[in-house]
């Protein structure tokens, strides 16, 4: 039936191609982001999109969001956001602290 569709429909056939080309050049975007920044940043920027998109919705349709939507959206949000914005980041190791863990100290260039 699907290609039958397209048979009858031609100018379909362009946006199909463009759609399946730019999913998957979204995938390698996601793969890349998690695989550099972490599943926590990659989520960040997802929130972060779909918070723009709805309130570009809002704005665009005015369509307003009840004081229930926003208690949510607040609560979402604002908790996505601070658990990315104030986790510890791990330190590393002071060249003391390496050494006493038996590990060998790091080079300091030729002679």
Known sequence: MAIDFVARHND???????LSTVATASQ?????????????????????????SILLSCVWFSHPL????CIGAVVVFGSLYAKSFLRN???KPSP????ENG?????????
């Not at 379909?12 to 463009?18: E, H, N, R, S, V």
């Not at 996601?30 to 723009?52: E, H, K, N, P």
């Not at 003391?96 to 050494?99: F, G, Q, S, T, V």
């Not at 590990?103 to 002679?111: A, C, D, Q, V, Y």
């Open 12 to 18: 379909c056939f362009f946006d199909i191609a463009l």
């Open 96 to 99: 003391a602290e390496r050494l």
């Open 28 to 52: 390698f975007f996601i793969s890349y982001t998690i695989r550099t920044f972490g599943a926590l940043t990659f989520a960040t920027i997802m929130t972060t999109r779909q918070l723009v």
């Open 66 to 69: 009840s004081w229930e939507q």
């Open 103 to 111: 590990e060998s100290s790091p080079l300091k260039g030729n002679p």
């Open 89 to 91: 980041k791990p330190q």
